[in-house]
C-alpha cells in the first residue's frame, strides 16, 4: 500500500489527471461514465504516475452544462453515484498515493438551487441577496453585459419585476460575493469536502467573483471589464484561503477567464495567501485569428511560443502555473497542433514534452496519454455540444455558411472533440460500457486504446510515464528559470531551463519536416546527455548542430560542476 505523504509542496513536482466522468468509463450498461468506473481505473492511473486525479463536477446538477451548474453543493448526481461511492474513490485513490481534487463552482449556483428558489419571486426571501438583482433601465435589462454563452448576462424574474445576472448561461445565476453570508457558505461547503480528505479544488472562473458595483453599461466591448479580475477579488480570495484552504493545506488551482499575468501573479504568489496556481488560456486561442474561434485556420506558432515566454518568465520566482493542453472544453491537442495521420504518435510525444519541461504542474487529460485523437465526426446529429449545435444552426442556416464547411470548423473546434468516451480496448465501444454510450466512440479506436498503450513499450503511454518521473528526479525542470533559445524559428519551439546546478533544453519540432538548429555554446561538451527523445536511435553523444526529424523532441541535461 502506498500512503499520502504530509508534503504540503507535492504539487510543484506533481503531474495531475483530469478526468471527465460522464466520458472515462461506464461501470455498466447505461453508457455515461460513473464513479465505480473511476475506481476500477485506478491501478491504471497509477502505473502512468499521476499523483493526482481532479474531477470535473459530478455534485447534484440538472446538467445544463455539465454539472458546472450545481443544485445542491453536498450530495452526488445519481447519474455518477452516491456518496458512499464518492468515498470509496477517495479512499482507495488515497491507497495507491493519488490524491483527489474536487471541481468546485462558486461564481454561480444552478437556477435550481434552493437558495435561488427561495430567492425567485420573493424580494423578502433570506436568500434573495445571496444573488445579484436589479431593476429594469428604462423598461428593459440594467445593462449592456454579454453572457459568455450568447445574449444579454439578465434574466427577468416576473413575479418581482427585477433581473438576476447570470455571466454564462441563464439557469447558472451569480452569487453576491458582497454579502458576508454567502462567503460563509462557501467556506461551509469547501470545508465539507475537506473534512472527507479531499486533498484539494479546482475552482472554476474564480476571478469572476467580484463585479463592479455600479454595474455600467460598456460602452467598448461585453461588460466583461467590469467583473474580470473585479475590485474586491483578491480581498475575497485571501479571506476563504485564511479560513479554509490553509487550515486543511489544500492545493488549489484557480481557473481564470480573460485574466492578465499580473493578476495571476498576486492569485498564485508564492506566499500562498491566496492560491497555489492558476490556469489561463492565451495560448490555446492561436487557432483563433482575430480572436474568432468559429473559423477553420492553422494555428500562429511564434504566438505560441510568445505566449509560452510571456508566462514562464512573467510567473517564475513570482507565481506558479497549470501546464496543460487538453481539458474538456478543448480539442485532442494531436488533431489541433500536432499530426493525428502518419506522425500521431511522434507528434503525441512531442506535444507532452514541451509542457511537461517548463515550470508549472502539468495536467494530462484522460486520453491525452495514448494519443487519443479529434474523432472527426461528418454529421451535425453526431455531435451533443449545445454550443456546437447552436453556432451550426447560427452560421448555416443564419449566416449562410455552407454545412460542408461548418462542418470542417465543428471538426477542427467542437468541445464534443475531447468528450467522446475514452477508448480502453478494442471492444464494442472502445471498452467505455457495454451500452451504447451517450456520444459516439472515435471510429479509431481498435487501434488508439489503453490496452495496446500499456503492451507496447514504445507507446505514448510511457512516454509520458518518463516525463511524469523526470519531474520528481530532475530539480531544474521545477526551480530553473525559462529561455527562448530560438523565438524566430519557424518550426522549432526549444527552450532552456537552467539553475544552479543544472541546465536543461527541450528542443521540439512543430512540423512534418527536418528542422535545424544550433545549442548553446556550453552544450558542446563531455557533460551534456540526452534524457529522452520519442525516436528511439538518439546518439549518445550531443552535437551542436541539431537536425530534429519530423515532430521530434530532444530533451538534453547539462551538470554543472560545483
Known sequence: MTTITNDTNWWKTASIYQIYPKSFCDSGSKGTGDIQGIISKLDYLKLLG??????????????IDNGYDIADYYSINPDFGTMADFDELLAQAHQRGIRLIMDIVVNHTSTEHHWFQSALGDKQSPYRDYYIWKDPVEGSVPNNWQSKFGGSAWELDENTGQYFLHLFAKEQADLNWENPKVRAEVKEVISFWAEKGVDGFRLDVINLISKQQDFPSDQIGDGRRFYTDGPRVHEYLQEISESVFQKYGSVTVGEMSSTTLEHCQQYSSLDNKELSMVFNFHHLKVDYP???????????FNQLKQIFNHWQTGLNGKGWGALFWCNHDQPRVVSRLGNDQEYRVEAAKMLGASVHMMQGTPYVYQGEEIGMTNPGYTSIEQYRDVESTNMYDIMVNQQGVSHDDMMAILAQKSRDNSRTPMQWNGDEYAGFSKGQPWLEVAGNYQDINADNAVEDSDSVFYFYQKLIQLRKEV??????????????HHSVFGYQRQSNHQTLICLNNYYGHESECVLPKEFECEKAKYLLGNYSDLDCDVSQHQVLRPYETRIILLEHSI
Open 50 to 63: 499521476v499523483d493526482a486525479i481532479w474531477l470535473t463536477p459530478v455534485y447534484q446538477s440538472p446538467m
Open 290 to 300: 482575430n480572436g474568432e474561434k468559429w473559423t477553420k485556420a492553422p494555428f500562429d
Open 475 to 488: 530539480e531544474v525542470i521545477t526551480s530553473g528559470n525559462y529561455l527562448d533559445l530560438y523565438p524566430g
